[in-house]
């Protein structure tokens, strides 16, 4: 009779502890995929974040064009924003298009007298 109780207890004890580890399992199954979630989320949020720090760079950079040329963009008297944009942009970088004309008009202009 003691054996018998034993052998129901270990078969008990071994149901109970498979039933355990597939609650386990199926717990960190969930908990792996929710971590997936909110490493997509987390890298979505990202480059949103990026996006619209590039956004206030940009307004940063017309904003130091003053008051008057904010008045004109906003009244369409004044070229495209990407356009200014893109110029700022190839003036930080050294390639002022306007400047290296107006400078090879100079040095002709200075061979030719």
């Not at 207890?9 to 399992?25: G, I, L, N, P, Y």
């Not at 199926?26 to 619209?52: P, T």
């Amino acid at each position: 009779m003691e054996e018998q109780n034993y052998a129901n207890f270990a078969r008990m004890f071994d149901k109970v502890s498979c039933v355990r580890e597939m609650r386990w399992e199926s717990k960190l199954h969930g908990l792996e995929q929710q971590l997936g979630e909110l490493c997509d989320e987390r890298a979505r949020i990202a480059k949103e974040e990026e996006a619209v720090v590039q956004e206030r760079i940009k307004l940063r950079k017309l904003e130091q064009k003053g008051l008057d040329f904010l008045v004109e963009v906003e009244l369409g008297n004044a070229p495209p924003v990407d356009y200014i944009l893109q110029n700022m942009k190839a003036k930080e970088e050294g390639l002022d298009v306007e400047e290296e004309v107006l400078h090879d008009n100079e040095e002709s202009e200075l061979t030719m007298d």
